[in-house]
């Protein structure tokens, strides 16, 4: 790698490695001195490429903004040109980091109060894992309903490891206990569960009953959505349709949405 590379996109080392299933894998970095985003932000990150041009890609922060390492969440694309290299990563080896962050998946792009839904599919769940661990959440609103839809139950594990993980945190895991509702469902498989795409599930109200909610209204709900592209499209017809209005970090708003970046 050459100099210029280096300093623009610093090196940071593999801390450990975790393959959830065949094609999801999680995996920490140490964190920059000096290094600080907000929850839900995602940074560039990825490995050098031919003629040592690296290959980058957004990566949603999984982390809390207290913990000491960096961690993200990342589907295995086998032809991918970065994922299919970072997923054979092993701790001790580099990979690259800007050290910009950024994003729309942030308390400061909502109004505060009301109850927060965090709506993702897939590796979309990444950014939401750092939110429910960030105690300024529950300073900000009043309840918190996390969603995550899979096509498979194995897709759902590193969700509900991390949804464990706040309950049992010894700080402020007895905040969360009494108001962070999870909530998954499955769509390719049987299941004793939930089962269906958010938007059916939201549309019929089965969302709502297995949350103890009532339907969403932009008075009393605020919705993150982030994950697979058709059903943010989807969703935010929907919730545009029944008077969500988008925010942003100049204006906030009653929803935000992000694109889940693979490849
Ligand atoms: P489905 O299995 O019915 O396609 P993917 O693995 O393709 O990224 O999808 C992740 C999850 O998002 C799957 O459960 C998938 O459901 C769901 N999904 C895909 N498209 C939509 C959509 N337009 N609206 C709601 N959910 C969707």
Not at 53 to 60: D, G, K, N, Q, V
Not at 196 to 206: E, N
Request: charged content about 25%.
């Amino acid at each position: 790698m050459t100099a210029a590379i280096q300093s623009a996109h610093p090196e940071r080392t593999i801390l450990a490695v975790r393959h959830h299933t065949e094609t999801l894998f999680s995996f920490r970095v140490s964190r920059p001195a000096g290094f600080r985003f907000r929850a839900g932000e995602f940074v560039m990150l990825g490995l050098p490429g031919p003629e040592g041009r690296p290959i980058l890609r957004a990566y949603s922060i999984a982390s809390a903004p207290w913990e000491e390492f960096l961690e993200f969440y990342s589907i295995k694309v086998p032809d991918g040109p970065l994922t299919s290299r970072l997923s054979k990563v092993a701790p001790g080896d580099e990979i690259l980091l800007k050290s910009k962050t950024t994003g729309t998946l942030v308390a400061d792009a909502l109004a505060p109060g009301g109850t927060l839904w965090l709506v993702a599919t897939g590796t979309g769940f990444a950014p939401f894992a750092s939110i429910i661990r960030d105690p300024d959440t529950y300073e900000r609103f009043d309840h918190v309903v996390v969603t995550h839809t899979c096509r498979t139950a194995a897709e759902l594990s590193y969700g509900e490891d991390m949804v464990r993980d706040t309950l049992a945190h010894p700080l402020f895991g007895e905040i969360a206990a009494g108001r962070l509702t999870a909530i998954s469902a499955v769509t390719r498989e049987p299941t004793a569960g939930l089962a269906g795409r958010i938007t059916d599930l939201a549309r019929s109200g089965a969302l709502f009953d297995a949350a103890r909610r009532p339907r969403w209204s932009p008075e009393r709900d605020r919705i993150m959505v982030c994950g697979s592209t058709d059903m943010i499209k989807d969703l935010r017809a929907d919730v545009e349709a029944a008077g969500f209005a988008e925010g942003s970090n100049a204006a906030p708003g009653t929803f935000v949405v992000e694109k889940a970046f693979v490849g």
